[in-house]
């Protein structure tokens, strides 16, 4: 099959956490320590219209959208959460997401040329105000309802000349819609973006809109053969959502059940001819990251699928090793209960996560009972 070059729509942006007095880091991003957008899910997270041009799309019925961001705030003491949405158009100028590579092609629709923009709504022509300030705790989603009119003109202002001076843009590759997340929690700000594909009209007959991934289970196991990297049967233990498992100081693996991963056709565009041409992809990628509100995972993220150039004879793993705090960082006398969020997010914008809980028990103490006797405190 000759070279083609296809957009890449799936993205959160997560732009910072803006403070009274500077901006925070963290110390490894598997680690929760301060307000944070960890996912945003939307649904739907793709829509295929039944038109012929962006003009006839202004006629046309656009379904609401259910906009639900993951918003943490372990250091906040249950202090109130909101959140402003907006959405705009897609600007295929703009600066492409960050650590896309570089395409030493130039083609306008590849590697850091991908035509898809990360930047905010805030300033753009097209921003649309959806909700403000929206309490969190009593209102976890938010209804997007985007005129028609506006999907229209997002469609025609997502437009760039291809290699050839050809033009592309949303109307014939898909056009991704941007949301942005302002979350606030008392003087903080941290913002992120999501993006949601509208199609046109069907590639061919059997295209169907994204369905985002679901994770059904979480088990987790402290022992696992060093060979297969499977974990021992009698090491296996389910990690239930209203359930906390209590964490060895030598950490767990934390594996969750996999999502369906479905295939699907898009749209690429044949780098020889510049022409726009249906491209099958047999099983799309789902990416599980992993977040905790103390201790570490490692990785942060694992896939679905092999990375490129790797051959794997049994299956791919998807499981994390978590890792509590070390004893000097947790609180003495008591155990420490720690939230882990798990994301899964797919190729086309879909996204889902679950929430679990793990103890961690307090150090051990030195006592007269001898060392290495746990503290009765």
Known sequence: MPATSMRVFNALAVW??????????FADPSTVTDLRVLAVRTEPSEIILDVST????AASVIPDILV??????????????SVTVTACAND?????????GDDPTNFPAGGARTTVGSALCAGSPTEL???????LASTAAVTARLPAAWVADAFRRDVFAGADGAVHGGFDLGMPVVFQMTARAGDETVQAIKRVTFWLRPLRDDQVANQS???????????????TAEP??????????DTPLEVPDSGLWVEPAPAQAEPYVTAVIDRLTGQVIPHDIARETVRYTYYATAGTFTPLQTSSEPEPGVTVSTRVHIESKYKPPPSGDRPPGEPLNVTIWIVARDERGGASWVTRTLTVPPPLAASTGGAGARSDR
Do not use: K, M, W
Not at 233 to 239: E, I, K
């Open 54 to 57: 962006p003009a006839e799309a």
């Open 16 to 25: 910072g956490a803006l403070l009274a007095g500077g901006c925070t880091s």
């Open 129 to 135: 105000p959806i909700a403000a300030d929206v309490d």
């Open 213 to 227: 991934p679901v994770v059904s289970s979480v088990q987790v196991y402290d022992r696992r053969d060093e060979t």
């Open 92 to 100: 295929p100028t703009a600066p492409s997401p960050p650590n896309n």
């Open 232 to 241: 021992v049967p009698d090491a296996v233990r389910a990690l239930e959502s």
């Open 68 to 81: 639900t961001p993951l918003v943490a705030d372990p250091t906040g003491g249950g202090r109130p959460l």
